[in-house]
C-alpha cells in the first residue's frame, strides 16, 4: 500500500520557523497532489497548502506570505517551510497525498492517504 511519514514538528517561540517534511512510499503509480492540513482543538480540518505535480500551489488565505509548500517529485516527498508563526498556528498537522495507486488487493485508481500528524506548538 502506501505510507506517509511526516517529520518535523515541534515547538517554537513565536516569530520562529520550522519545515515539516512528508515522504509517501508504496505501490505508487504516480502522486497527483501533496498537501498539509492542520487541525486545532475543538475546529474542523483545514487546508494549509497544496502542491500538484505540475508544481502549481495553493494556500490558505491565513498563511500566505508565511508559508511555503515544495516537493520533490524524485523522492514522492513534499515540504513546508513555515516563517513568522503565530500562536493561532499551533495544530496538529497531516500530510495527505493524492496517489494513483494499485495491487493485487485494490484496484488502480485514485487514492487519498494521509499521514499520522505531527504536532506543532507555537508559543506566544
Known amino acids: 500500500q502506501v505510507q506517509l511519514v511526516e517529520s518535523g514538528g515541534g515547538l517554537v517561540q513565536a516569530g520562529g520557523s520550522l519545515r515539516l517534511s512528508c515522504a509517501a512510499s508504496?505501490?505508487?503509480?504516480?502522486?497527483?497532489?501533496m498537501g498539509w492540513y492542520r487541525q486545532a482543538p475543538g475546529k474542523q480540518r483545514e487546508l494549509v497548502a497544496a502542491i500538484t505535480s505540475g508544481g502549481s500551489t495553493n494556500y490558505a488565505d491565513s498563511v500566505k506570505g508565511r508559508f511555503t509548500i515544495s516537493r520533490d517529485n524524485a523522492k514522492n516527498t513534499v515540504y513546508l517551510q513555515m516563517n513568522s508563526l503565530k500562536p493561532e498556528d499551533t495544530a496538529v498537522y497531516y500530510c495527505?497525498?493524492?496517489?494513483?495507486?494499485?495491487?493485487?488487493?485494490?484496484?488502480?485508481?485514485?487514492?487519498?492517504?494521509w499521514g499520522q500528524g505531527t504536532q506543532v506548538t507555537v508559543s506566544s
Open positions: 508504496g505501490s505508487i503509480f504516480s502522486i497527483n497532489a
Open positions: 495527505n497525498a493524492e496517489v494513483e495507486s494499485g495491487s493485487t488487493y485494490r484496484p488502480m485508481g485514485v487514492y487519498d492517504y
